[in-house]
């Protein structure tokens, strides 16, 4: 299996790192085939603009999908979109690791998704959710958050933690045709002991090697 793992955080020695080089070991151990984007570590720019492209279908105002689908026809991204995309194209599974900030993914990862989801060759009017270009790999979440599980449920202090993740595993993940297994979440990890982070990564390694047999969640449900 070729899984894309993309990892969004500054600090490697971070347990949001831990948990990124526990999935490539793991994986890799498996006989999986393991590709990866550091996006903080690359200096990866979030800003979507013109620099997206090589080709240029209106000189007179950036119209994003436009460009996209005139970039798609033409081979005209720029070299680190087009090697993103062509990362999710091969991949069976695609991973995100990163911590939740201000309930959504970190600006670096959301800029990525802004770069690289691009009208034309990521998904097309038609062709999204069940007949989505990527229908046929699956994709996961693997987060930390700042509190405890218990602020996370439905009538916890901070809310539910599948509506916040709907946005992201619907609306950015299934939208492009993704089956969404289930997420990986460590709650506080800041907040715990060493053992109990050591047992979180165990936990992780084990599910991760039989992850080929997981079947997807119904991200339409909530």
Known sequence: MNVFIVYAHAEPKS??????RTACETLAE???TVVTSDLNAAGFNPVSD???????????ALQQQIEELHASAENGFASDIDAEIAKIEACDLMIWQCPIWWFGLPGILKGWVDRVFVYGRVYMHGEMYDKGKFRG??????????????V????????????ILRPIQR???????FDVLAPNI????????ADERAAALARYAERLRGIENEQPIDTGRY
């Open 152 to 163: 996370y449920e439905k009538d916890g202090f901070t809310g539910d933690i599948e509506a």
């Open 137 to 150: 790999k699956r994709a996961m979440l693997s987060l930390t958050t700042g509190g405890p599980a218990a």
């Open 15 to 20: 347990f949001n790192g831990a948990l990124f």
């Open 50 to 60: 013109r620099r997206n492209f090589t080709t240029v279908k209106n000189p007179d």
């Open 186 to 193: 460590v709650f506080g990890p800041a907040r715990i002991e």
């Open 30 to 32: 498996a006989g999986h």
């Open 171 to 177: 609306g950015m993940l299934y939208f492009v045709g």
